[in-house]
Nanobody, 121 residues
Framework: QMQLVESGGGLVQAGGSLRLSCAAS?????MAWFRQVPGKEREFVAG????????LYANSMKGRFTISRDNVKNTLYLQMNSLKPEDTAVFYC?????????????????WGQGTQVTVSS
């Protein structure tokens, strides 16, 4: 059973940066970050394969967000720069069995509890 615990969310001004972390109970899965605002579907942000040779980003996050993972610490990261008010959301860490990265939330097997990111204008 995989357990995921996110941290690092908070309040930041537009143009600022935050780094999210997700501690995993093991590191055998491909992992990703999603985000969700009330009334909307969960949105793919970025994902990385188990061996870190494949990364995938949503187009709107490319160049601003960087996903990485430390397989020794079993920790997933999301470095977010140049944050915008529209980035305000609950960010979730997810893990899936399988080698490849997917952008569909339905293909992920485990989820963290989420961490709130609020960007003020």
């Amino acid at each position: 059973q995989m357990q995921l615990v996110e941290s690092g969310g908070g309040l930041v001004q537009a143009g600022g940066s935050l780094r999210l972390s997700c501690a995993a109970s093991n590191g055998i899965y491909s992992m990703a970050w999603f985000r969700q605002v009330p009334g909307k579907e969960r949105e793919f942000v970025a994902g990385v394969s188990r061996s870190r040779d494949i990364t995938l980003y949503a187009n709107s996050m490319k160049g601003r967000f960087t996903i990485s993972r430390d397989n020794v610490k079993n920790t997933l990261y999301l470095q977010m720069n140049s944050l915008k008010p529209e980035d305000t959301a609950v960010f979730y860490c997810a893990a899936r069995l399988g080698y490849t990265v997917r952008s569909n939330a339905g293909e992920y097997d485990y989820w963290g509890q989420g961490t709130q990111v609020t960007v003020s204008s």
